[in-house]
């Protein structure tokens, strides 16, 4: 089946010069005087056009025009490689751009979707979607294999450009390599696939994305050898390795745990390197955002409290990859960095509120086994110093409500001396997020899967509390949706309460059964 990639290369492979002329043809007509030459297109007129229908989309995109915006993106994509123009340092790098931002539209076009099935089935409205393929993960995963082989190719004969024209195109060759790495790992766990070769495919990109960012942050100092001044590194390209060294850690450790489980605990001898290379990528990640830091200044544009939120993203990464006696110290730390940002704001937002308190939640679940008052002490900042920060400033921020609702039951199943308020104020809270409907959901762009789980937290805290019809429909819901199995619920302790009643039984029986 011939889709808009196929149809675009398909062009790029045709012989140029024989473009479909407009009107009449040259023998005919009443009038007709002599031939009408189509007029000749050069490289420049053609790449100002691709310029100016990625503007055109990058306005779109802007305004939260997924499918508009992807449409415009398309026609980019088409313009550059039917002109053949992908090799082109401009061409290239417009096509990287659009091949980057068409994955992300695609994404936001998934997301809403999935809101718009949901919105069917409850009989709310979402706008109907203008028609779009959806770009399957084959797709994918071939347009950033080309868009990084044009940019190469480019790149190849790039010597002659100044260095900092070269440092911008190893930039972008480097988020490619990361954006494909993603991408191979989502293949990856889509097809349950764990050889060592599979599993080694997306770490490659990974490498490969620090290598780029590597170089396109030397290209940038070299660009500064011959000014009056000590040559500075790009903060942003900082940033950008840090985050690509952090990323293949993370890769490297969930390679080496997967060869642990399958050697049944023990640590094979091919894990030894990869782990070795795993610690060292994450301890450079996190010397990075400290340079990063200490070069950062505003007067050149440079965002310190974004910079703060990314190393606190980065530190609360590394807690999981950490040795274990390491994690409350990253902890303290992560959680320090999203703090400091959120000082520097003069309104907080809501997303850099509700990454503390998703910190602070993350590091109470991490102690919860060992020190249940500690644990508690740190769901309660979560919610004060996190979440309740946030909703103050927008109070209908499902991300926050989530996060409080969340942070609640997890204190009433603690067990403490507030263990009953705190349940009953998880219960008011999920019942507010049980009736949002999904044009809000879809508006927040809130994931699925951070939906679902509430939704199945909400039948946790309703079982705790012994309502047993209200669970009993949530969990008929949650089961409806897919989003958890019979299994799961049987096994779950919180319902424990409300394994006598009838839907319950019956769900043993099922389970029985299947």
């Not at 025009?65 to 550059?80: C, G, P, R, T, Y």
């Not at 790039?158 to 911008?168: F, I, K, T, V």
């Not at 703090?339 to 509700?354: F, G, H, K």
Request: proline residues 4%.
């Amino acid at each position: 089946r011939s889709t808009w990639a196929d149809e675009a290369v398909a062009r790029s492979r045709a012989p140029m010069g024989r473009g479909r002329g407009r009107g009449r043809s040259a023998g005919g007509g009443a009038g007709s005087l002599s031939p009408k030459v189509p007029a000749t297109r050069t490289p420049d007129d053609i790449l100002s056009e691709a310029e100016g229908l990625l503007e055109r989309a990058e306005r779109q995109m802007r305004m939260k025009e997924s499918e508009k915006a992807s449409k415009l993106l398309k026609q980019v994509v088409e313009v550059i490689l039917g002109a053949k123009l992908q090799t082109a340092k401009a061409g290239s790098l417009m096509l990287a751009s659009a091949t980057g931002s068409l994955l992300e539209m695609d994404d936001a076009m998934a997301l809403q979707d999935h809101w718009r099935a949901r919105a069917k089935s409850t009989g709310d409205a979402l706008p109907a979607p203008l028609p779009a393929e959806r770009l399957t993960p084959e797709m994918r995963i071939s347009a950033l294999t080309l868009a990084l082989d044009s940019l190469t190719s480019a790149s190849a004969s790039a010597g002659g450009l100044p260095l900092d024209e070269r440092s911008h195109m190893s930039d972008t060759q480097a988020q490619l390599w990361l954006l494909l790495a993603e991408e191979q790992e989502k293949e990856r766990e889509r097809r349950g696939v764990e050889e060592q070769e599979a599993e080694l495919v997306s770490v490659e990109s990974a490498r490969r994305a620090v290598a780029a960012w590597g170089e396109a942050r030397d290209l940038h100092l070299a660009s500064q050898a011959n000014a009056e001044w000590e040559a500075e590194p790009d903060v942003e390209l900082l940033t950008s390795l840090a985050s690509a060294k952090m990323r293949l850690g993370q890769l490297l450790m969930q390679a080496v745990r997967r060869h642990q489980q399958r050697a049944a605990g023990s640590l094979p001898e091919l894990t030894v390197q990869p782990l070795a290379e795993a610690h060292a990528a994450i301890e450079a990640a996190l010397s990075l955002f400290e340079q990063a830091v200490t070069h950062c200044d505003s007067a050149k544009g440079d965002s310190l409290t974004a910079l703060l939120t990314d190393w606190a993203q980065a530190l609360w990464d590394a807690t999981a990859l950490v040795p274990p006696e390491r994690s409350d110290a990253v902890f303290i730390l992560a959680a320090r960095k999203a703090a400091d940002s959120i000082a520097l704001q003069t309104v907080p937002l809501p997303p850099s509120c509700s990454l503390l308190g998703d910190i602070l939640f993350a590091w109470a679940e991490a102690c919860g086994g060992s020190s249940a008052a500690h644990a508690a002490e740190l769901y309660l900042r979560a919610i004060s110093q996190g979440y309740e920060l946030a909703l103050r400033v927008s109070s209908r921020d499902l991300h926050a409500l989530i996060g409080t609702a969340d942070a609640q039951l997890a204190l009433a199943r603690l067990q403490f001396d507030g263990a009953a308020a705190a349940l009953k104020t998880a219960l008011s809270t999920y019942s507010e997020l049980l009736r949002v409907p999904p044009t809000e959901w879809a508006r927040q762009a809130v994931p699925v899967h951070e939906a679902a789980e509430m939704r199945y937290n909400a039948a946790c805290a309703l079982a705790l509390a012994g309502r047993e019809e209200e669970c009993g429909a949530v969990v008929a819901a949650i089961l409806h949706a897919g989003e958890a199995s019979i299994a799961e619920v049987l096994a779950d302790e919180d319902f424990a309460a409300v394994r006598s009643s009838s839907w319950m039984q019956q769900l043993a029986l099922r389970g029985v059964m299947w």
